[in-house]
């Protein structure tokens, strides 16, 4: 589900948008300008992978038992936070996988981010939580749970950083209250 969600973005995003798709490859945390982002972006990309390897081995060795049905629904997690990311990327083309202003940016306020100020983030969050479910794993669902203070550390530097340096930004989040999930945060 994965490759194929991933593998639509890419088409998508190689014919719309190729700028775009060039700056979403460009990842991790030597590509981070920002040294908090540097270690945020380790930090997550080691508890991603530990979340997969927990999860393998859980379902390799039965520690915990996901019922199919329960693992069809982590399927369909990721892959539809993964199109609410193309939703976004349609909307938005400074969607880049570092924490940057771009040349030219400017606010966008219409589509997802009409809801919340990191949609983004949203479809990052559901397919994290949908990925060890499908899997077969209810341990790795706990890694992916502890991705949530991470993406929250990540999210409120950008938003330092999006307030200081992108015009119009505080307006926006005067009108947009809510940074991940509305009526919570």
Request: charged share 15%; net charge positive; proline share 5%.
């Amino acid at each position: 589900m994965f490759s194929v969600s991933t593998s639509i973005i890419g088409i998508y995003l190689a014919l719309a948008n190729p700028a775009l798709l060039e700056r979403r490859m460009k990842v991790g945390p030597a590509a981070e300008t920002r040294p908090v982002q540097k270690i945020i972006i380790a930090v997550s990309f080691a508890v991603f992978c530990l979340m997969l390897i927990v999860s393998v081995l859980d379902h390799r060795f039965g520690w915990s038992h996901v019922p199919t049905w329960l693992s069809v629904v982590g399927n369909a997690l990721v892959a539809v936070g993964l199109m609410i990311d193309l939703r976004v990327f349609r909307e938005n083309s400074y969607g880049a996988s570092t924490i940057e202003k771009m040349e030219g940016q400017k606010v966008i306020a219409t589509g997802p981010s009409a809801l919340v100020r990191h949609p983004m983030y949203v479809g990052v969050l559901i397919m994290v939580l949908g990925t060890p479910l499908a899997l077969g794993s209810r341990w790795g669902l706990i890694l992916a749970i502890a991705t949530i203070p991470i993406l929250a550390l990540r999210i409120l530097d950008k938003e330092r950083m999006l307030r200081d340096e992108l015009e119009g930004y505080q307006a926006y989040a005067r009108d947009v209250r809510y940074r991940l999930l509305p009526g919570i945060w």
